[in-house]
Every structure is written in C-alpha cells, then in structure tokens.
Nanobody, 124 residues
Framework: QVQLVESGGGLVQAGGSLRLSCAAS????????MGWFRQAPGKEREFVAG????????KYADSVKGRFAISRDNAKNTVDLQMNSLKPEDTAVYYC?????????????????WGQGTQVTVSS
C-alpha cells in the first residue's frame, strides 16, 4: 500500500514556473515507477511525465518535453515535477501516481496508487 500526497500547485502567469512535489508513504518506494498525470475540465486524464525506480530513465509527453522535468529522491520518498515556461493549456489538476514494478510506464492503467491531485492554473 502506498499513500501519495501532492503539494505545490497554484496560480501562475504564462511563462512562469511551478514545482510540484509528491510525498509517498511506505518503505518500498523504490519498488515503484512514479508518474505525473493531469486532467483538464472535460478532458481525459493524460500522462505528463514518469521515471523508473532510480530516476535515471524518464519519459515525457510531447507537449511538455523541454519544459518539464521529473525527479525523485528515494531517501526522502519524494518525486517532484519542475514545470517551466508554463502555458495556459497546462492548466489542469495534476496527480502523482505509483506503478508497481521498477520501470517507467506511460500507461494510466498500470498505476495502482494515486494522490488526491493539486490544481495548477496558468493565466494568459
């Protein structure tokens, strides 16, 4: 069982930056690939970024490549999402998620544990 709690969302102007953080409970954090997803109103939840157990393998959605960076600290059981050059279309609720297995995956159904989400709003 893994419990995830996100923080760091908020309101920012276009071109600005935010850093989201996700704190995980449990002693088996390294057993999970971690991911960030987002869901905008009226849209399906979509993959944003993910990494494998040691953070050395990462994947990004095309829409955020070069702007977002995912990282994890296994000593602290945290995974962060640094978001730069934010655009209004990045506005969504952002969710942290954990997928059993030590690899990175973009597949939503592979993620068994989810945080409650944190709102990110980018104004134009």
């Amino acid at each position: 069982q893994v419990q995830l709690v996100e923080s760091g969302g908020g309101l920012v102007q276009a071109g600005g930056s935010l850093r989201l953080s996700c704190a995980a409970s449990g002693r088996t954090f390294i057993s999970y690939g971690m991911g960030w997803f987002r869901q905008a109103p009226g849209k399906e939840r979509e993959f944003v970024a993910g990494n494998n157990w040691n953070g050395r393998t990462t994947k990004y959605a095309d829409s955020v490549k070069g702007r977002f960076a995912i990282s994890r600290d296994n000593a602290k059981n945290t995974v962060d999402l640094q978001m730069n050059s934010l655009k209004p279309e990045d506005t969504a609720v952002y969710y942290c998620a954990a997928a059993p297995g030590m690899v990175v995956t973009t597949t939503l159904s592979r993620y068994d544990y989810w945080g409650q989400g944190t709102q990110v709003t980018v104004s134009s």
